[in-house]
């Protein structure tokens, strides 16, 4: 059974930062594909970024410059550095695996940014 369980998040200032993780449990986590969304209130999930198995990355248009997806695959973890956080980043951030056509999600962690 693979679990995937989010820290990090919080309260912070505009301009701030924060760095979330992400704990993978139950499966090698080498050949995962992860991916960071995040939930405001009121709207869809969103991608964040994403990186491959082999390391390849992508950040959606919004977070380009202050968002910093990587992973630790000795330490089966996802992380997702946040700088020059902005009110408008405020949401629920979800950490999502995939494995063989496999999707996974973590619970969530809020992240909230005041101006």
């Known amino acids: 059974q693979v679990q995937l369980v989010e820290s ?3 309260l912070v200032q505009a301009g701030g ?3 979330l993780s992400c704990a993978a449990s139950g499966s090698s986590f080498g050949p995962f594909f992860m991916g960071w969304y995040r939930q405001a209130q009121g709207k ?3 991608l ?4 491959s198995g082999g390391g390849n990355i992508r950040y959606t248009d919004s977070v ?10 000795a330490k089966n973890t996802v992380y997702l ?7 408008e980043d405020t949401a629920v951030y979800y950490c999502n695996g995939v494995l ?7 619970q969530g962690t809020q992240v909230t940014v005041s101006s």
Do not use: C, H
Not at 64 to 73: A, H, L, M, Q, Y
């Open 8 to 10: 990090g998040g919080g």
């Open 17 to 19: 930062s924060l760095r």
């Open 44 to 46: 869809q999930r969103e």
């Open 48 to 51: 964040v970024a994403t990186i």
């Open 64 to 73: 380009k410059g202050r968002f910093t997806i990587s992973r630790d695959n």
């Open 81 to 87: 550095q946040m700088n020059s956080l902005k009110p």
């Open 100 to 106: 063989r056509g496999n999707i996974y999600w973590g």
